[in-house]
Protein backbone atom coordinates (compact mmCIF):
# COMPACT_ATOMS: atom_id res chain seq x y z
CA UNK A 1 0.00 0.00 0.00
CA UNK A 2 1.14 3.72 -1.12
CA UNK A 3 0.87 6.26 1.49
CA UNK A 4 2.14 10.22 0.59
CA UNK A 5 1.90 12.67 3.52
CA UNK A 6 2.29 16.29 2.69
CA UNK A 7 3.83 18.60 5.67
CA UNK A 8 4.72 22.51 5.51
CA UNK A 9 1.68 24.13 4.49
CA UNK A 10 0.57 27.69 5.88
CA UNK A 11 -0.35 31.09 5.36
CA UNK A 12 2.15 33.80 4.34
CA UNK A 13 2.13 37.35 2.78
CA UNK A 14 3.07 38.52 -0.65
CA UNK A 15 6.79 37.67 -1.11
CA UNK A 16 7.57 35.12 1.35
CA UNK A 17 8.50 31.51 1.24
CA UNK A 18 7.41 27.97 2.28
CA UNK A 19 8.67 24.44 1.96
CA UNK A 20 6.16 21.49 1.66
CA UNK A 21 7.42 18.30 2.18
CA UNK A 22 6.30 14.86 0.83
CA UNK A 23 7.04 11.36 2.67
CA UNK A 24 6.21 8.35 0.46
CA UNK A 25 6.20 4.89 1.92
CA UNK A 26 5.66 1.62 0.19
CA UNK A 27 6.23 1.76 -3.33
CA UNK A 28 9.06 -0.05 -4.95
CA UNK A 29 9.25 0.60 -8.55
CA UNK A 30 12.39 1.17 -9.97
CA UNK A 31 11.31 3.99 -12.34
CA UNK A 32 9.40 6.38 -10.69
CA UNK A 33 8.15 9.90 -10.94
CA UNK A 34 6.75 12.51 -7.96
CA UNK A 35 4.99 15.55 -8.53
CA UNK A 36 3.39 18.38 -7.06
CA UNK A 37 -0.40 19.12 -7.99
CA UNK A 38 -2.57 22.37 -7.21
CA UNK A 39 -6.23 23.53 -6.93
CA UNK A 40 -7.50 26.27 -6.09
CA UNK A 41 -11.49 26.64 -5.38
CA UNK A 42 -13.63 26.46 -8.13
CA UNK A 43 -10.20 25.69 -10.71
CA UNK A 44 -8.85 22.10 -11.76
CA UNK A 45 -6.13 20.60 -10.77
CA UNK A 46 -2.95 21.65 -12.55
CA UNK A 47 0.36 20.62 -12.29
CA UNK A 48 3.37 22.64 -9.86
CA UNK A 49 6.20 20.53 -11.08
CA UNK A 50 7.49 17.31 -11.10
CA UNK A 51 10.77 14.97 -10.86
CA UNK A 52 11.84 11.74 -12.28
CA UNK A 53 13.53 10.27 -8.97
CA UNK A 54 16.07 8.28 -10.38
CA UNK A 55 17.33 11.22 -12.85
CA UNK A 56 16.34 13.74 -11.28
CA UNK A 57 14.80 15.92 -14.35
CA UNK A 58 12.67 18.12 -13.26
CA UNK A 59 9.75 20.21 -15.37
CA UNK A 60 7.63 23.15 -13.87
CA UNK A 61 4.79 25.18 -14.75
CA UNK A 62 5.24 28.55 -16.28
CA UNK A 63 3.87 30.14 -13.28
CA UNK A 64 6.46 28.70 -11.06
CA UNK A 65 9.59 28.74 -12.88
CA UNK A 66 12.48 30.16 -10.97
CA UNK A 67 10.46 30.93 -7.70
CA UNK A 68 10.21 27.12 -7.23
CA UNK A 69 11.93 24.35 -6.53
CA UNK A 70 11.66 20.51 -6.21
CA UNK A 71 14.18 18.18 -4.96
CA UNK A 72 14.59 14.77 -3.57
CA UNK A 73 16.02 13.14 -0.34
CA UNK A 74 16.21 9.42 -1.32
CA UNK A 75 17.54 8.73 2.00
CA UNK A 76 14.50 9.93 3.61
CA UNK A 77 12.05 8.90 0.82
CA UNK A 78 10.58 12.31 0.69
CA UNK A 79 10.49 15.04 -1.70
CA UNK A 80 10.42 18.62 -0.91
CA UNK A 81 8.99 21.94 -2.97
CA UNK A 82 10.65 25.07 -2.11
CA UNK A 83 8.25 28.39 -2.95
CA UNK A 84 9.86 31.25 -3.00
CA UNK A 85 8.18 34.63 -3.80
CA UNK A 86 4.93 33.57 -3.11
CA UNK A 87 1.74 35.65 -4.35
CA UNK A 88 -1.88 35.42 -4.02
CA UNK A 89 -2.32 33.11 -7.14
CA UNK A 90 -0.24 30.58 -5.63
CA UNK A 91 -3.47 29.85 -3.18
CA UNK A 92 -4.41 26.64 -3.57
CA UNK A 93 -4.35 23.10 -1.95
CA UNK A 94 -1.51 21.55 -2.63
CA UNK A 95 -1.00 17.67 -3.43
CA UNK A 96 1.51 15.43 -3.63
CA UNK A 97 1.71 12.42 -6.20
CA UNK A 98 3.52 9.76 -7.35
CA UNK A 99 3.25 7.09 -10.23
CA UNK A 100 6.07 4.84 -12.19
CA UNK A 101 7.36 6.55 -15.15
CA UNK A 102 10.19 7.22 -17.54
CA UNK A 103 12.70 10.33 -18.04
CA UNK A 104 11.02 10.80 -21.27
CA UNK A 105 7.26 10.98 -19.82
CA UNK A 106 7.86 13.32 -17.67
CA UNK A 107 6.18 16.14 -19.46
CA UNK A 108 3.30 14.18 -20.24
CA UNK A 109 2.70 12.80 -16.40
CA UNK A 110 3.13 16.89 -15.61
CA UNK A 111 -0.51 18.01 -18.00
CA UNK A 112 -2.12 14.62 -16.72
CA UNK A 113 -2.84 15.04 -13.37
CA UNK A 114 -5.79 12.26 -14.13
CA UNK A 115 -3.15 9.57 -14.52
CA UNK A 116 -1.13 9.67 -11.50
CA UNK A 117 -2.54 6.46 -8.97
CA UNK A 118 -1.15 7.89 -5.83
CA UNK A 119 -2.24 10.66 -4.15
CA UNK A 120 -1.58 12.69 -0.66
CA UNK A 121 -4.22 14.41 1.70
CA UNK A 122 -3.46 17.73 0.21
CA UNK A 123 -1.76 20.84 2.35
CA UNK A 124 -3.27 24.07 1.92
CA UNK A 125 -0.83 27.07 0.98
CA UNK A 126 -2.74 30.53 1.37
CA UNK A 127 -0.91 33.90 0.15
CA UNK A 128 -2.74 37.25 1.09
CA UNK A 129 -1.58 40.68 -0.09
Known amino acids: QVSLVESGGGSVHTGGSLRLSCVAD????????MGWFRQAPGKEREGVAVIYLEGGSTYYADSVEGRFTISEDNAKNTVHLEMNNLQPEDTAMYYC??????????????????????WGQGTQVTVSS
Open 26 to 33: GYSYSSTC
Open 97 to 118: ATDPCFTSSIATMFWSPGDWEY
